[in-house]
């Protein structure tokens, strides 16, 4: 059975013993405070990070003036493939009319349709 020494008094603080204890504890705030500044350095190059892909990114205004072109570039093509249709037609209608192929009816009823 364990029994307490009634004679151990307890040990008497001294000034090393504060001084010991508040280092240890500095110790350990200058460790957790290097995490921190390693995890804000880790933060600070990931925002740099972050910026530099950004600015490499396209702005609304260019995207918006792209599309623009190209609408108008795809409106372009689209009014000459109407056009060379159109005198594809026209062509035709003047061979029939000039060989006599057809009524003359006929005819001007395609050259209504063009």
Not at 7 to 14: A, D, G, L, M, R
Not at 93 to 114: H, S
């Amino acid at each position: 059975m364990y029994m307490e020494n009634q004679n151990t008094q307890p040990k008497e603080t001294t000034l090393d013993d504060v001084l010991l204890a508040v280092k240890d504890g500095f110790d350990g705030v200058s460790e957790e405070l290097n995490e921190v500044k390693a995890d804000v350095s880790t933060l600070k190059a990931d925002v740099s990070s972050m910026k530099n892909t950004i600015n490499t990114l396209p702005t609304k205004s260019y995207l918006d003036d792209k599309n623009a072109d190209l609408a108008a570039e795809i409106g372009r093509r689209i009014e000459r493939s109407i056009q060379r249709e159109k005198q594809f037609h026209l062509k035709i209608l003047d061979l029939l009319g000039r060989y006599n192929i057809g009524r003359p009816e006929e005819i001007k009823e395609l050259e209504a349709m063009v």
